[in-house]
């Protein structure tokens, strides 16, 4: 098992690919998941923004470049 100390001393490379391979696990058996209800009420609200042009998709490079200010 990999400890979180093991975790913090990783390159960021191999932090975002053990999160990578984290989420391809979890999303195998979504039921076994319980979302929040904030969450799913989060998704929702965003969806209607989204559905009358009041939140637009980046695709992830644009998303981290405005995250980054760039």
């Given at each position: 098992?990999?400890?979180?100390?093991?975790?913090?001393?990783?390159?960021?490379?191999?932090?975002?690919?053990?999160?990578?391979?984290?989420?391809d696990?979890?999303?195998?058996?979504?039921?076994?998941?319980n979302?929040?209800?904030?969450?799913?009420?989060?998704?929702?609200?965003?969806?209607?923004?989204?559905?009358?042009?009041?939140?637009i998709?980046?695709?992830?490079?644009?998303?981290?470049?405005?995250?980054?200010?760039?």
């Amino acid at each position: 098992m990999i400890t979180e100390k093991e975790i913090r001393e990783m390159p960021l490379n191999q932090k975002l690919r053990l999160m990578e391979v984290i989420w391809d696990d979890l999303i195998r058996e979504p039921e076994s998941v319980n979302t929040p209800d904030w969450h799913r009420d989060e998704l929702e609200a965003t969806e209607a923004r989204r559905a009358v042009g009041g939140e637009i998709p980046l695709d992830w490079e644009a998303a981290k470049n405005k995250l980054l200010g760039r």
